[in-house]
């Protein structure tokens, strides 16, 4: 039987960080959800900070909490952040994101058939 195709984007770099006016992170994200490909992002290390509700973004860059926001419209209702050390202000309202152990990733991603990850 053939092994359903699912994706897992690790985000581990910060968010606003990369000179564009849109996160290539979230549009390849939201690109695979919007294709009907089953997703998943997971967010490590500095890429934490995305969901952090302190962070505000500069004038020229888009909102990224809106956009995140949005994940579950496009069915990605799997999000992850590792839980290896406490990050303030890690809430993010009503979005579904599950704490994993570094342990459990290994798991994640040997249940993935692509893996695509920003650093």
Do not use: C
């Not at 039987?1 to 006016?21: Q, S």
Request: aromatic share 8%; glycine share 6%; net charge negative.
């Amino acid at each position: 039987m053939d092994r359903i195709n699912t994706w897992l984007f690790i985000v581990g770099n910060g968010p606003y960080t990369h000179g564009l006016a849109s996160d290539p992170a979230i549009d390849a994200t939201l690109a695979a959800g919007a294709f009907g490909q089953t997703a998943s992002v997971l967010f490590v290390d500095d890429g934490r900070q995305y969901l952090d509700q302190g962070i505000s973004p500069p004038a020229e860059h888009t909102d990224l909490r809106k956009l995140l926001k949005s994940l579950p419209l496009y069915d990605i209702d799997h999000i992850y952040v590792t839980s290896n050390s406490p990050a303030a202000n890690i809430d993010f309202g009503n979005l579904p994101v599950t704490h994993l152990e570094t342990t459990a990733v290994a798991s994640l991603l040997n249940d993935s058939t692509h893996v695509v990850t920003f650093t």
